[in-house]
């Protein structure tokens, strides 16, 4: 086999390859019906445009879908992050409404804390009643997910809450260095959760728990902590995600706010080649997958599909991605044409990632 | 009083898997209205070989007749229609359907397409009244014993027209009356001329019901012999073999003797320790540097003594004095705690991550005791890699390996590899050689001789008697879940007399009853 063989067949069989080519061809897709959909404005000394909005209204998923992944790392699940979303952004709007001054930064602030720290105790609530209870995760999480719509909108008291707030509403559409606050925020926190996993020992040890659980307990590791603690990272990531969905329309609705965010995330992780199954996770990867997803939703009102056939559109698309990333279903295209193209992935990726 | 012809002949079968003889030309004979049980260690081939008959695995070579016909069965389904049914070892009953339900669950009689229920309930009575069994067809199978549900599963299995009935470990999680219940539906089915096939781990079962046993050993047939003349000493000596002696002699080293340790201060004693339908209550004493030997059957309780040992299962009864000190061993993080490691013998499913690389699987133990915030610096990880690597010659040498692609005997030196980085004080191994090639298995062996020279205890759990009377300074031996006696290893102790004790448990001296 030449190099240049090696080199194509390590770029196509790379976790990422099938992602970004779809990536691409969304984005050449969008340029090819909108000529101006790869424009750049400089305004005021802020960036304006497609890409710009894609990466701006991505932030909040990257959030949830990175402890989604944590989540996912060790074989569990958290549907409950959208209603997460909900509940701490109308907390945080709640007490910005009753501040005498909503523009004051000492009140959005602990707006914010109040937000965040009610989100980590219902994270916790998730991790006990997963690790120390023994609740199946998707049960689990499910309660909240279904309690917590109730609970943000016992919160705003059924109406949209709305509020002016400038610092408040500058997470989601303020700007720094002439681009998005919200995508510096997703990225600080990206590499906060990378960091802390990959610095310390908290990353192996998840990937140990969600590879095998009993090996785990049995090299000693206190399984239960660790699934306890993903669930209250992830419950934080929801928070700040729900912040900056509120501060982008000022306003909070128990009802819509974060509604399906957990099904995005989930999807992000899939694609982002993290198995859902536990073990081995991607923190770039499922920021890729973020990023996809988004730029689909985009694609989906930019082409101007009707709303009917909209979520019809989306969900082929990530079939599709799916599957082309699955080994299994490669092998087997792949082998209708080169039977030795096809024993040849099997052998570099046996483990299917994605279970179509 | 057998007939003289077999109803099921299986000739020179061979069954081979990526890397394994599982069946190497065994035959095996089934006579109508006979118990035979198969026995063999663990990895014998009796499994293989009850799947070669019910059509769940096809075979390499040789010939199955049933009935004086060669038959050639594609499927499970297939064999239970020529009539080889076949009960294993877990029911799988819907225990939320009714007793007439399960019966008949599959193949109801119909009539235009509606169940018959009359029908079926007074199918169901007249079966279970073969089988002498009287139960309500209408209750749920869940509201009966495991034990009839058991014979519920007879009754599925004998339904359609069975002249051959496998009975796959049917007793393993019976009580002594609820086997004394299903002996007797045996009986009455080896009297009405059904041929039975019999596997148990339990020897008293064995010499209880069957007529003929089989013994195969490393997928070969060692023989077929009747119950009558082969006495349960035979049996042991038949199942675990004699020419184990030829891989000691690859590292002659003089006989250890308790000697030497029994002074030392102890380091794990145990009083009474036990749990509920794990093992019965025992006591044992470690010392520092000492080799404590485990032997008996697969089944015996070994796995159980060695689990409760590291906290991997809870104790329910009895007490624990590491140092002297008491205390309990709840869980593995307090057996870790005091010094304590655990290999476990089943190492894919609770020893490697396979997923992980070999030195994430490495340092995985070490890391733990540690906790998350404080990392094992990589300089380290890379110094203590190299030196276990090269130590114990694991293959590949490349520690970015995903574990799961490394041999058996790799993945076991791994294993190992992680708990010598915690410096325990006491390594508990569980069937550390099974399964793994003369070579490794070799290294292993004086690794653990090295590690008592050097003041480390071990507790040495294997089912190859020479391995362990050539390593440990004293050994238990555990029968029928009961630890029946502790022997010192000096010069007088050989494999005879510990498979005394395991066939019949005999002098019951160290264990208070």
């Known amino acids: ?356 | 009083m057998t007939p003289s012809q077999p109803v099921l002949t299986m000739t020179g079968i061979s069954k081979s898997f990526p890397g394994v003889r599982a069946l190497d030309n065994v035959d095996f004979r089934l006579f109508p209205g006979e118990v035979h049980a198969l026995m063999g260690e663990n990895g014998a081939g009796k499994s293989t070989l009850i799947k070669v008959l019910t059509g769940v695995y096809d075979t390499d070579h040789g010939t199955v007749t049933l009935g004086g016909e060669q038959v050639s069965f594609t499927g499970p389904m297939q064999a239970t229609s020529a009539g080889v049914s076949t009960v294993y070892q877990e029911v799988n009953l819907c225990t939320n359907l009714s007793v007439a339900e399960n019966i008949f669950i599959g193949r109801e009689p119909r009539r235009f397409g509606a169940v018959r229920w009359g029908e079926m309930r007074r199918r169901a009575r007249a079966l279970l009244a073969r089988l002498d069994l009287d139960l309500d067809v209408n209750a749920q199978l869940g509201s009966y014993s495991l034990a009839v549900q058991q014979m519920v599963a007879i009754a599925r299995a004998i339904d359609i027209k069975a002249r051959v009935l496998v009975l796959d470990e049917p007793t393993s999680s019976l009580d002594a009356g609820e086997v004394a219940q299903l002996f007797r539906v045996m009986r009455h089915l080896r009297d009405d001329g059904i041929a039975i096939l019999f596997v148990t781990h339990f020897l008293d079962q064995v010499y209880g019901i069957a007529d003929r046993i089989t013994v195969l050993r490393n997928g070969q047939l060692v023989g077929e012999y009747a119950t009558s003349e082969l006495p349960q000493l035979g049996l042991v000596e038949k199942m675990i073999g004699t020419e184990l002696r030829v891989l000691e002699r690859l590292d002659e080293q003089p006989r250890r003797d308790l000697a030497d340790r029994a002074e030392g201060p102890p380091l794990l004693d145990v009083r009474e320790l036990g749990r509920r339908s794990a093992v019965a209550p025992f006591s044992l004493t470690i010392r520092e540097g000492e080799v404590v030997g485990l032997a008996g059957l697969l089944g015996s309780g070994r796995t159980e003594v060695a689990r409760l040992l590291f906290g991997a299962d809870r104790a329910d009864h009895g007490s624990v004095r590491v140092n002297g000190t008491p205390t309990t061993l709840r869980t593995p993080v307090a057996a870790v705690g005091h010094g304590i490691g655990f290999c476990s013998e089943n190492r894919r499913a609770e020893g490697i991550v396979a997923e992980l690389s070999v030195r994430e699987n490495l340092i995985l133990a070490l890391q733990a005791a540690r906790g998350w915030l404080r990392p094992v610096p990589r300089r380290r990880q890379d110094e203590l890699v190299e030196r276990y690597v090269r130590a114990l010659r694991i293959r590949p040498a490349d520690p970015d390996l995903p574990v799961g692609n490394l041999s058996g005997g790799n993945q076991q030196k791994v294993l190992l590899a992680r708990w010598l980085i915690t410096e325990p004080r006491l390594l508990i191994l569980d069937e550390p050689t099974r399964g793994i090639d003369i070579g490794a298995k070799t290294e292993i062996q004086r690794l653990v001789a090295r590690l008592s020279d050097g003041g480390t205890a071990v507790l040495f759990v294997s089912a190859e008697l020479e391995e362990v009377l050539r390593l440990s300074h004293k050994i238990a031996v555990m029968r029928d879940r009961e630890m029946v006696t502790q022997l010192s290893n000096d010069q007088s102790l050989d494999a005879d007399r510990i498979m005394q004790s395991i066939a019949v448990g005999a002098q019951r001296e160290g264990t208070p009853s």
């Open chain 1, 1 to 356: 086999m030449s190099n240049r063989q090696a080199g194509y067949r390590a770029l196509t069989t790379h976790r990422l390859f099938w992602p970004v080519v779809v990536l691409v061809v969304l984005l050449a897709a969008n340029t090819a019906y909108r000529p101006s959909f790869l424009s750049l404005q400089l305004r005021n000394g802020h960036l304006y445009g497609s890409l710009i909005d894609i990466l701006r209204l991505s932030a909040p998923l990257i959030l949830v879908a990175l402890g989604m992944t944590l989540v996912i790392a060790t074989g569990g699940i958290d549907l409950s992050v959208g209603s997460l979303c909900a509940i701490s952004g109308a907390i945080a709007c709640l007490h910005i409404s009753r501040q005498p001054d909503q523009n004051s930064l000492g009140g959005v602030l602990t707006a914010l804390g109040l937000g965040l720290g009610v989100a980590l105790v219902l994270g916790a609530w998730n991790g006990l009643l997963v690790a120390v209870i023994g609740i199946q995760p998707i049960i689990a999480t499910l309660i909240l997910m279904v309690a917590g719509r109730g609970l943000a909108q016992l919160i705003t008291e059924g109406q949209i809450l709305t509020i002016n707030a400038e610092p408040y509403k500058a997470i989601g559409v303020g700007h720094l260095l002439a681009l998005p606050l919200a995508i510096f925020l997703a990225l600080a926190v990206a590499v906060l959760i990378a960091t802390v996993t990959r610095r310390t020992a908290l990353g192996l040890i998840i990937e140990s728990v969600g590879g095998n659980a009993r090996a785990s307990r049995l090299a000693g590791i206190r399984s239960g902590r660790i699934t306890f603690l993903v669930y209250v990272l992830s419950a934080a990531c929801a928070a700040v995600a729900g912040f900056m969905m509120t501060a982008n329309v000022s306003s909070a609705d128990g009802n819509a706010a974060g509604l399906w965010v957990e099904l995005d995330a989930i999807l992000a992780v899939v694609i982002g080649g993290t198995s859902l199954a536990g073990g081995r996770f991607h923190l770039s990867g499922t920021i890729l997958g973020a990023l996809l997803i988004q730029t689909l939703t985009t694609t989906v009102y930019a082409m101007n599909i009707t709303p009917q056939t909209a979520l019809l559109f989306k969900a082929v698309v990530v079939i599709a991605v799916c599957l082309i990333q699955a080994p299994g279903f490669r092998a087997r295209f792949a082998r209708r044409r080169t039977p030795v193209a096809a024993s040849a992935t099997i052998t570099e990726q046996p483990k299917a990632q994605v279970s179509a």
